[in-house]
């Protein structure tokens, strides 16, 4: 079991399975076209913090390394929502003792990097991977390198280069699609060395068509990021001077505000980004993968775009052994298999988003959630609520948008009667039409 | 009125374009990564035939070209479908004297670049574009050389370097699906200077999930068309032996079999092809614009794909003349105005596969048709069948896609109900809906 493997991309996915596939015996080396983020001066661009929760948390402890990374998490319990008039409303994620982890992309880039090393994998930063040959199975590096492998693992991000290859052979599929909302980072600093809000949330300010996060940091900071849209009224483009920016914050997010004395220059130094979904079909071409955002990059609203790509991983690794590492076998049963679940956090993810802009903050939708977590409470193994089924469980996504449609049916029609809510009734229509449908 | 225009591509929207812009006064240059076709021993590749109509006309009237064309127009009446038994049955495309024309690509693009060189335009041929700059509006060519202009339109087809160049910049949407069908060209040969079949109809062999259809040439051939599944059964993946394609043009082809003498050494040495859809938006960045296939490639089913292309330099160039030649107000005009059409076309392209390989022999069908016929005699104006209003009228494509959909609602409803058909309730009924959807 000496099979030679290349991964292109250091990132999250490509440095986590760098691990488990060394830890299995291969040779296996990995290629970054970015200089190694452990020398650079700068942490590259914005301090991006991410929410990992179950199904990012399996795939760390099956690669041994979640010891290391778990001192760096910050237990986010739930939604902490932000009323315009500064009224906060907490909303639990899920039962007691289940909470997601706010923690930093590039902090857990470089642990993931360190394990890499450490088990002996070769890490190749500065590398830009500029051709593939998919019939040879070659890789060819931009310094004119080039490598020759059993199995290439594309795992370069939204913008794949692996991808863009594989585009320009026959009979593949692709998809990008731009939302009409952009994002915009902002932080709030400690002061005294203490965080400025509650840090074991995450804060919500829902406004309609758009909205404010926030997530805590381990060095007491927020990173608040604004998803709001381009153009239109109000929009981006309509925030360009001073005054315009501080009007509108002094009047969608008064508390927010306060607590950023310079937020007109970090809205004007910081850069607006795009949010893109990708999709493809097939992810594989003959010994080269796609995994992570390579093959599904989501929008990030429902936190799980590390975490489907960590469950990448773990699917990936388990369906190898199963198929006793026949990678012939394995990269179309894998890609046939898992694309469905893509799909579905793909679909979950953009829906979400219009749930916590808009919904959040709703009486039926909070009406909606005291009632499901009635059902829970009695029937805690029949219904699991939707983000729970995403967030706090290994069921495939593509079932857990199945059952989420089903509830919301169930939930349409208890909110449309008069009656008294019966919860035996409820769990028996949900039975039934969990066969139906 | 001397801007300099860069048209990359000279296919046959590119080349009409040139024509027509030129004869506007302005400075055309066209560059064609390929040979000139008319100095090249083969003609490229495949002798495609398209089927040139009302949409594909009108701006070649309009460019002064059609009486050069029209010589090498082929009509053709109405579908000839050949049963498995070999029983024919004709079904007219419209009223009586309208048709389809049967051209060969290669012939309809030489003449129309013979065309554009006449009227002053300059072709560059092994001109392949490597880089568009859309800050500076520069094309850079294979060659070395650079050149700036005031528009660049990339009409460089389905598989458009321009529009690869334009994927790399931020939010722009694209999409490519490859149909599960693939296809392969056979030829007819004619005996004695002579066509072997009728050579005024689209010939059709429909067959459920597959078809086969020939158009006929100028030099008396026929050029038949395999539109089949890659996989499954049956599908080319299971044609791999003379005998298997022997069996199957026996079993379900077997009055063209007769026809094609060499049909096993044919289909072994002919390419298996695939079918694409693309779509992106926006079409254009600063002063570079995609129109043709470029913009919106399409599946062939709908005979549309060119005639839709020189639609869009009929609407653009209108357009143009309507906005005093102003490309930064025009092209966003023209992108947002023109794509939903693009979009309806490629829907209706995809639907009519459907149509063509499994409905048109259907009983049903056929009294859906013998109705609307009667319809139409009636109300003339009021009810235009929806392949009329795509072939032969300038509805809009979004237009005629959304009064399809009303007219098969009602043709359903009627079709459902025993009572006698009363033309006056129908037409009622359909300006009723008219109004509401």
């Not at 310079?262 to 850069?271: A, C, G, I, K």
């Not at 790509?309 to 898992?338: C, H, T």
């Not at 679909?347 to 959630?369: C, S, T, W, Y």
Request: with cysteine; aromatic share 10%.
């Amino acid at each position: 079991m000496k099979d030679k493997i290349s991964i292109v991309g250091a990132g999250l996915v490509g440095s986590l399975l760098a691990v488990i596939l060394k830890q299995k015996g291969f040779d296996v080396q990995v290629f970054e076209k970015r200089k190694d983020p452990r020398k650079s001066d700068v942490a590259e661009g914005r301090s991006i913090n991410l929410a990992l929760s179950n199904r990012g948390i399996r795939p760390l402890k099956m690669a041994g390394v979640y010891e290391t990374i778990e001192p760096f998490l910050i237990p986010m319990k739930g939604r902490m929502m932000h009323a315009v008039d500064g009224e906060l409303t907490f909303q639990p994620y899920g039962k007691e003792g289940q909470f997601i982890n706010s923690v930093s992309r590039a902090q857990l880039n470089e642990l993931l990097i360190e394990s890499a090393e450490k088990s002996g994998v070769e890490v190749h930063f500065d590398h830009k991977c500029t051709n593939v040959d998919f019939e040879k199975s070659t890789l060819t590096f931009q310094n004119g390198s080039t490598i020759q492998s059993d199995l290439i693992v594309g795992t370069d991000g939204a913008f794949s280069e692996i991808r863009k290859k594989l585009q320009l052979t026959d009979r593949f599929n692709f998809s990008q699609h731009y939302i009409e909302h952009g994002y915009k980072e902002l932080a709030i600093e400690p002061v005294n060395n203490k965080f400025l809000m509650e840090p074991n949330y995450l804060h919500i300010w829902p406004r309609g068509n758009f909205m404010l996060i926030a997530l805590p940091n381990n060095d007491k900071t927020f990173t608040c990021t604004l998803f709001f849209p381009f153009e239109g009224n109000p929009s981006f483009s309509q925030l360009n001077t001073k005054k315009e920016v501080d009007d509108f914050f002094d009047k969608y997010f008064k508390d927010a505000k306060a607590l950023i004395p310079d937020l007109t220059d970090q809205f004007f130094s910081n850069p607006t980004s795009s949010l893109i979904t990708t999709k493809c079909d097939p992810w594989f071409k003959n010994s080269t993968i796609l995994l992570g955002d390579a093959a599904h990059a989501i929008v990030p609203f429902y936190g799980q775009g590390m975490n489907s790509g960590f469950e990448d991983v773990r699917l990936f690794i388990e369906l190898a052994e199963e198929m006793d590492w026949n990678w012939e076998q394995i990269l179309p049963k894998y890609s046939s298999s898992r694309k469905k679940d893509a799909d579905a956090i793909s679909e979950l993810a953009l829906h979400n988003f219009i749930e916590m802009r808009d919904h959040v903050g709703d009486p039926d939708f909070l009406r909606r959630k005291e009632i499901e977590s009635k059902i829970q409470a009695k029937y805690p193994k029949e219904w699991i609520p939707l983000y729970s089924m995403v967030t706090f469980s290994d069921i495939p996504y593509s079932e857990a948008l199945r059952l989420g449609k089903i509830q919301k049916k169930i939930m349409d029609e208890i909110l449309n009667q008069e009656t008294e809510i019966n919860l035996e009734k409820i769990i028996e229509r949900f039975n039934t039409l969990k066969k139906a449908y």
